[in-house]
């Protein structure tokens, strides 16, 4: 009997929907644009730090220029080719689920392009190429080199899958094979790995398209030899004769930055740049998949839990610290000095769905529901054209301006960035999140997430459809109704969020009081067409705590509605948030507002705000007195609409009275 | 009639000649171990950055190579000759309070390698006489070629009144004269300034020992200058054919760090380097005061009163980031990344001593012991051979140990530093504290801090003694016994501090009810010898809170005792002191301990401790439910105290119930 698998899903959600058509129509074209310089906008550095370039983004001329088209030198990060690739791989997903010919005959000309700027042996790469060719895999640590490889990869399976451009694999392929040649345990060969973990996602990806065992083995060899010799970037660097940095700033960050302090499964804690963490968790996952490697796939659970049980916020997002845009200590999750980058969010969510493939557990589709619901849809403007790196859960538009050491806390959104990864990525992410929905192991459908659209799946010999019909997430009823022929035994799982109080099953009008399990409840049975299943989560708004070991949210809650994390703005509640007391006890009112950001559901609650007393005057220390409260009327605005009304304080953990 | 002034002023306070005798005995030979690289001790980075050079101090070794007494090249920061300089100060202070023949031919001899360092045409630098002669004076916004300069005038004046080193006076004037000669608005002169502050204060010093006119108009011309062109330090780098940096990671700073943002006359907040900006408003209030210049007291008052009504911690620090280690925002006062800087304070105390001179204010008597018995003292460990340069209100050993934004929150404190400017300014503050008691201003004396000891006061033609004796800052009770012999008409201003909830003046056995005003009892009468007086301040424990509008502090309290600030360590109190709740009615305990700390008043009070409630388990985040908490007896010791019994958790600002 052939595996079940999914054939397609096809998402017809109007929330999601929403972003789709943004993005297909506004910020593709847009983001097009830019990597041509031909935007009209101003590119902000992500942070205060004079090396950062932001003059152009000049990704595409760096191609034409290492293909021999153009003459000039290159410009901008040594990892901007990745912004290309990033670009057309959303560009792959929009074309997948909805063809459109123009678009396809720009994308096969960047294919063209990039085909013309690699090497003859695959090698590709626009900043070595142009720059520094004799500095080829001599600076791992910092060149990004298998790390836009990676993404290249990744672009090119996903373009070759959804229009069948063969150059795409092919030159995929060869940059594959150079890689392969160049790294590995034999003679001749270098022992080491990027700086930056993606190459070895990308190499299981390309695997799954090709079957060639040799992707999946260089990937494997990536992840096993990391760590071994922590050593090993300091001594490429102290063999380079060449001591000029390719990336300024980073000299200082030590080897857990990297992840190369240890082994990688001896890490037990998420360390160093989020991002980097996220991308060598999914490879890992992927590959414990792949090899049922039940070692790697222990040490992904244990980073995983370290991540989401002491080093995640409540809006999913990751990295407390800017400085190395990075992991720090457990339950250290500052809420004002935060990174929380999109991307890591971002990645975050592909970790989650490669653990979503080894064991179903609920949490994994709790935790991607958290970061996409939150932090990765804060990543961007209604508008679908400006951006968001850093997204943080405390904002004081006079600290951002005023602190350098918080200059990385935007007050709005930016139009693009000197280190553009989070805008492309989103793109990436959000076009391909049909994929996100379902996961298929054994003979069991798991319903991660839920929107509106239909899935099919192919069960061994035939065929199944699932539809969905929701409005998530402002609404918790979701409705599944089975289209199936033939013999349908199938176990259809369905995940019950942490989140949810309570809930109520019917299928087929009966109550099904099957418990759940890690998180899902599935149901095993025959099915046929018509079958109806309806699920009901208990979306009541709810205040929310974190462990009492993190000291920044000592006496405050976070409110939180379905999947959905509320805060507040300047904007609707006045100015110092700080000063607004909730009571355990109050109660929220919901409605929905068609008209606000996009169509978005709003909570008014009853709140008291201190009074600022008249003896306080000048003063800024006094003997401790009782504080008076006003009653207020506090308006509340699901978190990813932060920042789309002009600079104002944003809090997301409120303090209680 | 003569003007009336101070003759001196003789500690015997027990709580001050212990640190002054630690000073003479450990410190001022324990620095010049360091200085000539004969200590054998780790030099650690303030903060984790890469430029910042640690592995020997080198500092006489410089002056000896620019003497052209030993090969070699310079080491250090480029204002590594400071380290010397206020070593030195520190030593002229310590001669003039008891000889010491084999430390003054010590100093003798750094006078001699000075001046042999010093150019022909009075310029003194190892930096630049070694490395770069060729950029004297061409990029002043880095150099801290006037900042140094400064550091040896005011030495060698202190040096010159201690001992009568008439050498030491030549070449500072020597040195001045250079910097006359070479700065000011005539033809061919530097119409510019150094970046960091200093050189203004030191002028004006050698000014009030030399009676020239000439250095009084310079220090002017730098004030006034000050901002005129923001863009000065700009224009100078464009002019400079040498584009290396001589302190690497300023590039991205704005003017306002260095304050030449605007004329400082427009100047209405504090802005930048903490630092820079007291050093700055200590030159400003002391040339108005000798000029006579409303203007610039004007501005000095603006400053003063942004710095102490929005920008200052409870404990007299100043400076809430480290990037820039600088101001931020009115009411930003964060309390784990805050920078606090011991020297800031140090300054903020030189700023305070030179106001009173124009305005006999009790809050800037307030400021200044704010900031001397709490964030001074705790710049030094109780061995006077560990030294903060970064003073926090709360720290977390792992938060420090794993964030690298907070590498600048030391757990301990270090034996030296990188950058060194704490230690030698410690000595040297601690070392003239004689000279902050009393300020004199007309006919009255006014006792700006309380310590035991007798000082002696020119009273135009006759001179009168005053005793004062007290257990300050453990007991509030201090007394004044008058010397005096003929006309002895004068006020005594006696400080009642505003921590003081109430207090009691007796003069001579008789209730005195003189209501002060501006901070100040003023009592004027004809003195007689043998008159007392007894002051007794109310010295209980209080609670104290800060400006609402100070979100770090929201909901939390600050105990005070006397001018003592007191916090919490979890070595008394065990881990995870946020969960620690204090009842505003709670009662404190005080006791001395002898044997504590060299001696300190310790207080005990009945908390609450939240208690870790086994349903959190592994999770981090949980519908909201409420705290339990348990009874805790809570040990607090004086702020200046912490950290000397290793790595722990520190918490000031206390969370209430």
Redesign the interface.
């Known amino acids: 009997m052939r595996e079940f698998s999914i054939e397609q899903v096809k998402i017809t959600d109007p929330f999601w929907c929403r972003y789709m058509k943004l993005i297909r129509q506004e910020m593709l074209p847009y983001q097009w644009q830019v990597l041509n310089d031909q935007a009209d906008i101003v590119i902000e550095k992500e942070r ?3 090396h950062i370039p932001s003059e152009k983004s000049h990704a595409i001329e760096n191609f034409k220029i290492a293909a021999g088209l153009a003459a000039g030198e290159h410009y901008g990060m040594v990892f901007q080719d990745s912004d290309v690739y990033k670009w057309l791989e959303a560009v792959a997903y929009s074309l997948q689920q909805s063809y459109d010919a123009a678009l396809q005959e720009l994308a096969d000309g960047v294919i063209d392009l990039i085909a013309q700027a690699q090497e003859s042996d695959g090698y590709l790469n626009t900043y070595f190429t142009v720059a520094a060719p004799e500095r080829k895999f001599k600076r791992l640590y910092q060149s990004h080199e298998l790390y836009c490889a990676g993404h290249y990869i990744e672009a090119a399976v996903a373009y070759y899958e959804a229009v069948h451009n063969k150059k795409a694999l092919a030159s995929a392929r060869a940059l594959a094979d150079c890689i392969v040649a160049a790294f590995g345990a034999g003679p001749g060969k270098i022992k080491g790995y990027d700086g930056h973990e993606e190459i070895e996602l990308a190499l299981l990806r390309l695997y799954e398209v090709t079957s060639e065992e040799k992707y999946l083995e260089c990937s494997r060899f990536f992840l096993y030899e990391r760590g071994q010799d922590p050593e090993f970037f300091k001594k490429q660097v102290a063999a380079d004769p060449d001591k000029s940095v390719l990336i300024e700033g980073m ?3 030590s080897t857990s930055y990297y992840q190369v302090h240890k082994p990688v499964l001896e890490q037990e804690t998420a360390e160093g740049h989020a991002v980097r963490v996220v991308y060598l968790c999914t490879s890992m996952a992927k590959l414990a998949f792949l090899k049922h490697d039940e070692k790697m796939l222990a040490a992904c659970r244990r980073l995983w ?1 370290n991540i ?3 080093r ?1 916020y ?1 809006t999913g997002a990751i990295g ?5 845009e ?1 992991f ?3 339950y ?1 999750l ?1 809420n ?2 935060m990174y929380g980058e999109t991307c890591a969010s971002i990645g975050l969510i592909f970790f989650a769905h490669a653990m979503l493939q080894n064991e179903s557990k609920g949490e994994y589709g709790d935790v991607m529901e958290k970061a996409l619901y939150n932090t990765v849809i804060s990543g961007m403007a209604l508008d679908g054209k400006h951006f968001f790196y850093v997204n943080p859960l405390e904002v ?1 538009p ?2 951002s ?7 990385h806390i935007k007050l709005t959104r930016p139009a693009w960035f000197g280190c553009s990864c989070c805008p492309p990525n989103l793109a990436r992410l959000l076009m391909s999140l049909n994929s996100y929905v379902y996961t298929v192991r054994d003979t069991t459908i798991y319903a991660n997430l839920y929107m509106t659209g239909k899935a099919e799946f192919n069960l061994g010999d035939h065929k199944v459809a699932i539809e969905q019909q929701t409005q998530y997430p402002w609404d918790g009823e979701i409705h599944f109704t089975v289209m199936a022929e033939g013999n349908n035994s199938f176990g259809l799982g369905l995940r019950i969020p942490a989140w949810a ?1 309570s809930y109520h099953l019917m299928v087929n009008g009966e109550l099904c009081l099957t418990a759940p399990v890690d998180g899902f409840v599935v149901l095993h049975r025959r099915w046929r067409t018509g079958d109806e299943i309806s699920l009901e989560l208990d979306m009541e708004a ?10 920044e949210d ?2 405050r ?2 409110v939180q509605r379905g999947p959905i994390v509320y805060c507040i703005e300047g904007v609707d509640n006045g100015a ?1 948030l ?2 607004i007391r909730l009571n ?1 006890a109050a109660e929220f009112h919901y409605g929905f507002a068609a008209e606000k950001f996009g169509g978005a559901g709003l909570l008014t609650v009853a709140a008291e705000k ?1 009074v ?2 008249k003896e ?1 005057g ?10 008076e409260y006003q009653p207020v009327e506090l308006h509340l605005i699901p978190y990813y609409c932060w920042a789309n009304r002009g600079e104002n304080e944003m809090l997301v953990w409120l ?2 009275k």
């Open positions: 205060d730090a004079a000299e200082g960050f839990k989401v049980t002491k995640m409540i407390s610290t800017v400085t190395g990075a720090t200590a457990d250290d500052p004002d000095t004081v006079e600290c301006k005023k602190d350098p050491g918080k200059s109080a709810r205040l929310w705590a974190a462990n009492p070991k993190v000291r000592v006496d809650v976070a110092d700080h000063l355990e201190a600022g007393k306080w000048e003063s800024l220390y006094q003997p401790a007195v009782s504080i303090h209680k």
